[in-house]
């Protein structure tokens, strides 16, 4: 669900906003080097985890073999399992450690629809139709799943107190795993929480996101023969139009950064009869979760209007609920001098043609085939389009993730170029990066209780004056889909 | 407010449906006789009245001259004058003799917007934008004061009980003045009230007209300066759009004979305001007002929809109320048969000549240039697309009125042509033949009294299991405007 | 696809219009007596034949068994098969004798979506969601070709010259089979085509349907990701809707008897997409074909003004056009001779009683549990609101056909009334009753030459001044359905 | 038509993006001083033009009296006149001296409808609903003469070459006067162009504004009665609202930065007939003048679309057509360091409080009553909202203004407040600071030809790649209204 708009600030806005200024040289590090070194001798068994999540791309919810590869590793690795979180079977939590701090690792593993595509620099499905890794996420659960069990390495070397603990998050594209799980209590003593993303650039992703609810408008009216008696005939499907209608009409009247987008997921059966049902399907979002509330609240008078119109009525059902991104600052530093640390990943010159190959059906004439070098750290937030489960969580936890070049430079996010590099040496090389990035930051938050404490007051100064209240019913329950055989 | 689509029935469904019969051979009638030679002996005075008011064409609630005329003309002819009532100073009322029966007659005086015209064979006003008598009213009020004064000559004659009445009513064209009469209580002692409008054919309109209902939509918003701060406003002309489309979203599910129809008579200033006010106007229309009511509902729910879905607020005015004309069988069988004594008005070949010129500019190749015949009377009522101001009189009083030829074939109601020949021979041959059968009629009321009787029965039948409920508030008051100098 | 609107009709305005007059006493006939015994002694097998299709309900271009059935019943009995005609599997042909004159007999057998029910007094599916018999083809199709056969053994004992021909019709309900084989010339020498309808009385159906033309608009827009680029996308969906709108605010300048109407077949995939493609299905119907090519014009000129807004494309795709049927008067005279000579059908009390129990969920206080009289023949046409495709075969052979009381009084067609009743003795009451009169109007057809005459000259009159001009795209083919195993 | 939208940007983004730095001490100047002693010792006379202009508010092109006032107090100080230029007698050039370079300074003096208001601190007209001057013109056209007398004082003293001009400008809260002044090449020979607005603020406007096109959409359907032949009807109403639909719809694709709003002009006449004329009126607006003229493509072929849709004819009248304002960096510079030099207005206690009183109304709880600072000059231009006629001079001649404060702080443009004080000594006080502030620039300009050459570069820069392209026909006329007496 995230969108690689960073890309276009970081070509224009970014080169104006941001002062880049002199770094502060890094001193070397031997704890973290610990971590790095375990991360390399282990890179085979990681590669491994990512490849064979890639190679069976489950759907949201669906990720059953997915979660029980990464359950495995982790369980192998000295990790106390906890299955089936939040009413999910395949969310999960794997501990290490025990007591305070607890610094927390988030992984994902859900596939999308109809992206299936061969680990080749040329369009062509694996299956037709199939799912598909075109956000990465099979690098995400491996590369966080490996970081994990590196600072538990690290840990056990040094002895260190506290619980380090990889939340198993599904469902990212669809429901939003990480809401369920949010709601089931499970994140209530996490200290901080981190994770990345593959992007097209690497970068410590300092940015907030949009606030997003998704909801649907169900109407139910009076079904007549449309011939022979349209006057007994109540139209719901006139209800979802005429909501569209205020809706199209309301724009005018919402603020710039507002976004309202639907579909009609029932259109009536035949023509011949009055539609009696009738459902459209709306995201709503904004840059503020308020606006979001407020337009919520608007566009449900607008559908009850439609209903009052049309003598029908609505039931108006909140899917989900998103608030947008809080960033962190104190970790977001953090993250960037790890990346530094750890250097951008360098591709070869074989890798660079296969990228160039793979931006050719772009059609956007780009120079650089991959990104290797690491974006500068904006001075305040950016502000990006895409919306994320991340968003309640980090809400309720600070929480901060960075974003590592995995893919052609310029391709877009649910991509076949991004399927095939998750698949490909391209997108590995991104994945450890990120690894040695996690675990650096990791060993950070258990090495400096001054920076987890410096990230709870960003955290609660973002938060201020701006309550979390979700427009979700309490106690909604995910739907649950049994393993196919 | 009275179409002539009695013409396209006549043409086509009368064919079918009514059956003309054998017609009774009607007998010579003495009382008649005396009415109808004062009216050939007093034409010239009728003529002169109703050219007066033609020569000064006054618009709805404006006639002063006009009524000051037509009451000059009674009282000089032994009638008592009650002037200026329901409110409105250019009503009045003119009695003659007391007692019961109480057999009225009404007549009409106002003009048309726009509608001014020399009384010549081709188009072009006497002031160009002025108003003008297209729909004949200065024949119906000159007309009905004849024969009014015709029949108190005949009821002086014979010494003839009873009150004779003619109800000047003002404004039939814009607010409906009998409406405001009927609810002022100045016809509740009437037995039967009879009229008489100008039309292409000559016939006993024995039909019901369509209910209707004027209302007005006023919305209110918040005024904002659209470029700079758009969110800040709520729009009160898309409240009055979306009422308009939720209207014609509702189109599909009303019956076949229902008409909604409406104007913006306030769509906003200037572009770069929000607009904070607008306003429509609707017609609400159907053959039955129980229809018009549950329509009116909806519509009224329309619009608090579309307030709802535009954050502005609605202010619903009904400023008229008209149910469908109830006909009368019994009145209109003696208007059919009086018709008959009286015939249709005969033209000269020079009138004819005129006619055709007049009839060139509708294209319709119509063979008649003025209609020489008497319609049949048709067995069941017809039904007209029109509406008039005698409807809610008709569920009050029992009422008939019926049609006579003064101008062409085919010519539209409220054109050029019907201003014309309001003001020639063509229209004045129509008026005396008009004149003749209202007395008549008036004659027959009151030396029949099963006459009045039947016409009670006939009345209270059409009326039985249909409350009249008027949609207009209590105790309105129509609007007044002085006379200008 | 037909409404059972002739009740209204029977209890209303036929009252009205129609004059029964003194029916001609009927003379006793020894060619159709031989019809009536044969089928009284054939009665079973004919019973068999309609009880296999209804225990095998087949949707429309599926009818493999139920047409196989048929086939195997006519061929049995001595008719020639042409298989599979005008593309449709499921079509046939059964010829009887040949050379002239070619009197036809057409019999459907399709059922209807998820109105599976068991033969009993209440409602019950025998297969939930599984398709039923809820227009009773399984009659129509048994009782038809009973009929034929019947003509047949007549033809056989008489020798009769001339063919008597069966069309197997598939698809009336969906895409129309018959348009197909009109179309293909299957239909081209006959010279008077005659068939029935289960209904809840008996009647010759001297009326007129409604023309009808089924539309499709597929609108191509730009997909965009909704929030991030709403700029790039051009809403598919938003032509859709943009069209609906525009016929609405069309539907106050249309004929009181047109009626639109419409579903949205596809209304898009995620919100988060600007939907690329988007889909509506229109019905736009008349009293007359002329109205429908007119309306048809205008809708779409309105699809192409919403993709001109849109910037959008749109794709129009007529997939059917069905003029209104054109009674024949002579036919359905000899239809109503017949069906008085037949007589209608008589239910025992048993049958009544369940008939009545089947009524009570109508809540219509409804007094006649099964209709047990022959309705007046209406000296002029009737009009219905239904449309089928027997409306383009009328304007090219001469036909007719009569409906007979097979169901509850007052129950709607396409209800689990109908659908048990026709698997009932009530149903095959209906059937024996309409057999005999089909069989009866067949031998009359081929007695009498001049009653050929006479229909075909009806029919050229009907039909003068009215082109026969199908919007549908020539050389159009239907789909075709392999038979499931 | 100018919106005080930059007070919003001074409290909020002003804060976070301008740099002020440290300002470079000012140097004394011989010059300029000679200029600031004339304006010192003739302040009375200029403040008599002000408000004698302020005392007869004239429409846009209505404003004979005030133009003649300031004709009158040019001439009389030396320079010669050039009347009733680009067919508006209205406007006026002034010029003194001759020969390059050629250094204008404009003036504005139209009033507002309905913003009558006297000189004090609380709301009250001076005749109710008559016009005012809540845009502070009268400030501007007697502010810009004074100053350019001031420096023909100079010129005169020091023997410099050159022309100085002034342009009396009428019409720019209506048509925009200057475009047509524009069309008709009279500001072909200038160099540069400066002048000022009243505002609650002090500082040089460095800032684009957006382009705007002012279009009306006029739809002719066709008349017909809307009761009894509605089919016969085309609504040129509905080609209005569909428009107005279509471009709803549109907005979800537009840019954020864009803004489209529109009134209805003429919404039909009566409801019962269809209406055969109506008019919408858009204001199509965005931060790039290439967006509008995509927008105004776009809406056009919506208003087409709308056409085709309802079968009626639409007629599409740009009226206006404003590019963005360009700013100048060279000359707002010099505009700043002037400002500096001159200082900000300083009110009294008595004016201060007088302000407090006026800004209770707006309840914001303002603290300063009025701004007796300097804005920092911004690196990079603003983005207004608002638009003005100096859009299109400013595309091709280097113009630049500044603003002085002249009302209460936080009080909206455009209201009573700004007409009371620009009748008041508030007004005076900052009229006085612009005039000095116009001089000291026009004297930098005449003195510096690099500062002109500079002025030029940056023009040409900003204008690379963006033709002037105006979607208003050629040769477009202004209406003239003659003078009332």
């Known amino acids: 669900m995230k969108a690689n708009t960073f890309v276009g600030l970081s070509l224009s806005l970014l080169a104006t906003l941001f002062l880049p200024g002199p770094l502060a040289p890094v001193a070397p590090d031997a704890d973290k080097d610990t971590a790095f070194r375990w991360l390399d ?38 990790f106390h399992l906890e299955k089936g979180v939040a009413g999910m079977p395949t969310a999960f939590i794997a501990n290490y450690g025990s007591g305070k701090p ?121 079904a007549a023969h449309a011939s022979s008696a349209p006057q007994l005939g109540r139209s719901a499907l006139k209800g979802v139009e005429l909501t569209d209608i205020g809706v199209n009409f309301m724009r005018e ?36 979760h308020e606006d979001v509330a407020d337009m919520f609240e608007w566009v449900s008078e607008i559908a009850r209007g439609a209903a009052m119109m049309t003598r029908t009525q609505v039931e108006i059902i909140v899917d989900d609920d998103s608030y947008q991104v809080l960033p962190n600052r104190a970790i977001a530093e953090a993250m ?40 500068p750290l904006p001075e305040t937030p950016g502000q990006g389009a895409f919306s994320t489960d991340m968003g309640n969580v980090s809400w309720n936890v600070p929480s901060q993730e960075f974003e590592v070049a995995t893919y052609p430079y310029g391709a877009p996010i649910h991509s076949w170029q991004v399927t095939a590099c998750s698949g490909m040496s391209i997108g590995q090389k991104g994945m450890m990066v990120a690894a040695k990035t996690l675990a650096a930051t990791a060993i950070d938050l258990f090495k400096n209780p001054s920076l987890v404490e410096t990230a709870k007051k960003d955290f609660e100064e973002r938060k201020k004056g701006h309550p979390f209240h979700l427009l979700t019913p309490p106690n909604r329950r995910p739907p649950v889909f049994p393993e196919s055989q």
């Not at 390495?153 to 990212?172: D, F, S, V």
């Not at 976004?259 to 904004?286: D, K, L």
């Not at 960037?336 to 591709?347: S, Y």
């Open 102 to 222: 607890v610094i927390a690792i988030y992984g994902e593993y859900d596939a999308l629809v109809a992206l299936s595509q061969k680990a080749v620099g040329s369009p062509g499905p694996v299956i037709e139709g199939a799912p598909g890794h075109g956000c990465g996420h099979n690098l995400i659960g491996a590369g966080a799943a490996g970081a994990a069990v590196a600072v538990s390495k690290w840990m056990e070397a040094a002895t260190i107190k506290g619980t380090l603990r990889y939340y198993g998050t599904p469902a990212e594209e669809a429901i939003g795993g990480k809401g369920y799980m949010l709601e089931a209590g499970v994140f209530r003593d996490v200290d901080a929480l981190i994770g990345w993303h593959p992007q097209d650039v690497t970068t410590a992703s300092f940015q907030y996101s949009k606030a997003v609810a998704s909801v649907r408008f169900k109407f139910k009216g009076v």
């Open 253 to 288: 009247h919402i603020k710039e950064d507002a976004r309202i987008h639907s579909v009609i997921t029932n259109g009536g059966g035949q023509p011949n009869v009055v539609p009696a049902a009738a459902e459209s399907w709306y995201y709503i979002r904004a840059n503020k």
């Open 41 to 78: 001798a282990n890179e085979e068994a990681m590669r491994r985890v990512s490849l064979s999540i890639w190679n069976t791309p489950e759907l949201a919810l669906h990720e059953y073999k997915s979660s029980r590869e990464l359950m495995a590793y982790l369980e192998a690795n000295g």
């Open 336 to 375: 960037d001098r790890n990346l530094r640390v750890v250097g951008p990943p360098k591709f070869s010159e074989e890798e660079k043609a296969t990228a160039r190959r793979m931006q050719e059906p772009l059609k956007k004439n780009i120079e650089i085939p991959l990104s290797e070098r690491i974006e």
